[in-house]
């Protein structure tokens, strides 16, 4: 059903699905991040229309249950469970009564007997500072305080099983402790590595971590989840022992590795110095990559700029996090102010998005000869998640920019760097932008035989538009000035093939090939306007005016070819008035300040998804009743505010609806507001959209 009137959306408000008991702010999600900070450390808990953090299992984003995480609170003798779902004896669920999500932290309550809860999750986001940002690890933080005011005696445990590292329940593992005075540490990993190799999108290789400061009051404990988890009910503390029949499969006794804080008598704890644990993946090579000549190298995590080891940077994990709160009160304090300008729901939709889509990519440094890091050879790398598994995929990368604009701009260029080095090392036979590094992460073996999914336009475009706003951005025009020649070489393709597309893939490739897209001759063109801006920008002025020229003329043409005999739209691909679909690509005309498409076309546009905005949004074109978030509020940037405020709005009730229960999916079905199978991937970064337009 047709949505007659903006104004009506509002009255379907009311048609969600029942809410949670507890209270939520802003809203209650699909999925909540809990560890969420690269491909490999994003775990989330279900949703739908509600699940406590104690009833229901955390997940990783590939849906795969991680029933590795037990944690209680013991007041007064008394035990009671804040997170893991199993019904085992000996321990009271506690009441959840509240759950909050910014753009840096995920904050749930709870009420235990007599005291009160505040466990936060907090992954944190620092993209100015590179090494913070990289750091594998993630908080939790538990506050306790009275609600009666009266002292009551507590004991906080947490812990992990070897679950955390394999899929497979035969798989052996080993682990170790490791304690000094700064920190105890866990460690666990497979006994077999692949480093290279995933099984159902998990590494089967590094080490997982689990860490909380030492001190007073601190005992730990690695063996059979029973005996290790019923000392604590019982008793309240741990024997400082390790467990040593190793290497042993995941489901031999089932293996965990705890800590418990005994916090003794308290009326409160304040809100700095609550329980502290961090949880991280190591990886050490990252990946694997191509270089000039075929040679295969290994990539170290750009965390060894500084540490050589993992013990030095725990203890610093852990030390930094009341910085790392201040940077997150900072974020979250920037997200309320430049996009609650916009609308509250708006805010949240950013809100929801930064840890997704920031957690989708690794930085790395080369290696010597001697197996020393390189600290100035950076380079990052991106998977894609979930529509596959391809590496720097450039039509992933140009959705997620928009949070490169709007964080740190550097990290776009380091992710387009390995595409420069490859295309310009002869490896690569195509003449128009590779579609990806790899067609599998964490391996970027680049496609010397050409034979990656071609999206010849698509690409080659998203390079010349990322390019040029990244040098807008910045100032920085050592990337353009040292590959300026390959811009050239994609600029003559798309002179070749964007006025009139050759029947081929767009980014949307699930909606398959065709020919004459309207949408994606709209991106070639304004490549080639971008390719213009460019020249100009290093001073030559001959090569600007013939591709501004160029482009002007194409965009004349393309009005006669892509406008509707009636006037009222684009179509999906010329000379068929009856279909339509999100002109989204007319972003890249506003992002890059070049304006070559008239207003004209905007206004026409803008009236046009009035008439076709439903309850959970726009569909992405006349093929399918499928839409994708990021390309919506593309629209909603250059739209007129009526337009722009209905998008967001029919976005935040699809995430709120209680219709689905995975990490942020850009790929939905619009009627009936249920997801594809995207999820948790990197082009939520898009979302973003809104806050960087000049």
């Known amino acids: 059903m047709l949505l007659s009137s903006l104004g009506l959306l509002s009255l379907l408000a009311s ?71 199993s019904g085992n004896p000996g321990f009271t669920p506690a009441t959840q009564t509240a759950f909050r999500f910014t753009a840096s932290r995920s904050e749930f309550k709870f009420t235990a007997g007599p005291v009160e809860l505040t466990v936060t999750f907090l992954s944190p986001v620092n993209t100015d500072d590179l090494l913070r940002q990289t750091i594998p690890f993630s908080y939790l933080s538990v506050a306790v305080a009275s609600k009666d005011g009266a002292a009551h005696n507590v004991q906080v445990y947490n812990d992990i099983s070897a679950e955390w590292v394999s899929t497979d329940p035969n798989a052996d593992v080993y682990w170790n402790t490791t304690v000094s005075s700064a920190a105890i540490s866990h460690s666990v990993g497979l006994r077999y590595q692949a ?77 700095n110095k609550p329980v502290l644990f961090c949880i991280g993946h190591v990886r050490d090579p990252v990946v694997q990559y191509i270089v000039k000549g075929g040679a295969l190298t290994e990539r170290a995590p750009y965390w060894r700029s500084r540490f050589a080891n993992v013990d030095p940077m725990i203890s610093f994990f852990l030390a930094d996090w009341v910085n790392a709160m201040g940077v997150a ?37 080369g290696k010597n000869a001697d197996g020393s890091v390189n600290t100035n050879d950076v380079l990052a790398f991106m998977k894609e998640i979930s529509s596959n598994g391809n590496m720097n995929t450039i039509d992933v990368i140009f959705p997620f920019w928009p949070i490169v604009l709007w964080t740190n701009p550097t990290i776009g260029k380091l992710l387009l760097e390995p595409h420069f080095q490859y295309q310009t090392s002869g490896l690569y036979p195509n003449k128009w932008a590779l579609h990806d590094m790899g067609a599998h992460y964490p391996r970027a073996n680049g496609h010397n035989d050409g034979n990656d999914e071609a999206m010849p336009v698509e690409e080659s475009g998203n390079m010349l538009i990322m390019m040029l706003s990244y040098a807008q951005k910045t100032g920085d025009l050592s990337q353009i000035k040292q590959y300026y020649s390959r811009l050239q070489q994609w600029t003559e393709f798309l002179i070749e093939d964007s006025l009139i597309p050759a029947d081929q893939l767009s980014t949307d490739d699930f909606a398959g090939r065709l020919a004459n897209q309207t949408n994606l001759a709209i ?13 100009e920008l290093v001073g030559d002025a001959e090569s600007a005016a013939n591709y501004t020229a160029i482009a002007t003329s194409y965009v004349e043409q393309f009005q006669t070819f892509a406008i509707a005999k009636d006037g009222s739209h684009l179509t999906l691909s010329y000379g068929h008035d009856d279909t339509w679909g999100l002109a989204y690509n007319l972003f890249g005309d506003r992002l890059i300040g070049a304006n070559i498409f008239p207003q004209s076309i905007y206004d026409m546009q803008n009236a046009w998804y009035k008439t076709k905005l439903q309850k959970y949004g726009i569909i992405l074109d006349t093929r399918n009743t499928w839409s994708k978030s990021d390309w919506q509020l593309w629209i909603a940037a250059i739209s007129d505010d009526e337009l722009k405020h209905g998008i967001v709005s029919s976005l935040v009730r699809f995430y709120s609806d209680g219709i689905n229960s995975t990490p942020m999916s850009d ?28």
Do not use: C
């Open 15 to 85: 048609a969600t699905r029942a809410a949670p008991s507890w209270t939520v702010e802003p809203f209650n999600p699909p999925a909540i991040p809990l560890a969420v900070k690269h491909p490999y450390l994003n775990v989330w808990l279900p949703q739908g229309q509600g699940a406590e953090l104690n009833r229901n299992w955390p997940r990783l984003w590939t849906g795969d249950v991680r029933p590795a995480v037990f944690r209680y609170v013991r007041v007064d003798g008394k035990a009671y469970s804040w997170l893991g779902a």
């Open 329 to 365: 009160h900072n974020l979250d304090a920037r997200v309320d102010t430049e996009a609650g300008k916009i609308s509250k729901d708006y805010a949240s939709l950013v809100k929801l998005s930064i840890r997704q889509a920031l957690a989708t990519f690794e930085v790395t440094l």
């Open 195 to 271: 480093p290279f190799e995933e099984n159902r999108d998990l590494i089967r290789s590094g080490t997982v971590y689990l860490s909380t400061p030492n001190g007073d009051g601190v005992t730990y404990q690695t063996g059979s989840d029973a005996v290790v988890r019923g000392l604590f009910l019982s008793t309240g503390a741990l024997s400082s022992t390790k467990d040593t029949r190793q290497p042993r499969p995941v489901e031999d006794q089932w293996p965990v590795f705890a800590h418990a804080i005994n916090l003794g008598n308290i009326t409160a704890t304040p809100a």
């Open 667 to 694: 790929l939905y079905y619009v009627p009936e507001g249920r997801e594809n199978a995207f999820k948790a991937r990197p082009v939520v970064g898009g979302h973003l959209a809104l806050l960087v337009l000049p």
């Open 523 to 535: 991106k070639g063109i304004v490549g080639i306007k971008a390719m213009g801006m460019i020249a």
